[in-house]
């Protein structure tokens, strides 16, 4: 089985695929940008292709509701909720004033350190899934907040904030448990939407599991919205007992 993230193809349908946070039983499956939305029988050929690779499990991209019909059809079912936010970039938030440096090779590690104890163990990060982060997007600004006066770089604190064309998102967030409150987060998000701004994005759109109400609170305070719309990751079983 492959580990690595590949394009599936059939026609014109594409999505990309490859392990999910590094679970070589479990795949995950994103629609392609710019190609048609996936198919009931392209999504079943998908299926059968990564049955074939020796995944016992496939979940999604988080989904708006009009990307998921292809995916229900062929039988897979919500395996988390999301809330999704908006904000137009018309207006930006003030932030503390806090030290932010270019994320550099040697932050891999202390990088996902972080995010694991920031995040359930479903939605932690591995190298692969960091690097889908970063690249998910045309253009990508990664910034690392290190603990005051240590001398080992030791992260307390990264965002990976992207831009597609005129739409930015902000693509991952964390910071230490100890270090919350302290105004790091505010000033990570605030980095990357001015640097959204100064590109000429018009919008910004993060998610977030609906039951983080500190993250949901975190974005609404910097001038968020909530989207009509929230997003779904979906999951199907493969194999004799799926569905």
């Known amino acids: 089985m492959s580990a690595s993230v590949q394009f599936i193809r059939w026609g014109q349908e594409r999505v990309r695929a490859g392990p999910w946070r590094g679970d070589r039983h479990v795949a995950y499956l994103s629609p392609a940008p710019g190609a048609p939305l996936p198919s009931v029988a392209f999504v079943r050929r998908c299926l059968e ?32 909720r999301l809330v999704l936010l908006g904000h137009d970039l018309r207006t930006l938030p003030e932030a503390p004033a806090r030290p932010l440096r270019r994320a550099r090779a040697a932050d891999q590690r202390p990088v996902l350190a972080l995010d694991h104890l920031s995040f359930p163990a479903f939605w932690q990060l591995d190298a692969a899934g960091l690097d889908e982060a970063i690249t998910a997007t045309p253009r990508a600004r990664y910034r690392v907040a290190d603990a005051p006066a240590a001398s080992d ?5 990264y965002a990976v904030t992207g831009r597609a064309g005129r739409r930015g998102y902000i693509q991952r967030l964390a910071v230490h448990p100890e270090a919350r409150r302290a105004g790091w987060a505010r000033a990570l998000v605030v980095d990357g939407l001015r640097w959204l701004r100064r590109w000429r994005a018009d919008k910004v ?23 009509r719309n929230g997003l779904s990751v979906l999951s199907a079983r493969l194999g004799p007992g799926r569905r």
Request: glycine share 16%; charged share 20%.
């Open 49 to 80: 292709q990564l049955a074939g690779e020796g995944y016992d499990q496939v979940v999604t991209a988080a989904l708006l509701p009009h990307e998921q019909g292809g995916f229900v059809e062929a039988g897979f079912v919500v395996e988390e």
């Open 153 to 157: 770089g030791a992260a307390i604190g």
């Open 205 to 227: 759109l993060v998610n977030t599991q609906e039951g983080n109400h500190g993250a949901a609170a975190l974005y609404e305070a910097l001038g968020f919205r909530r989207e």
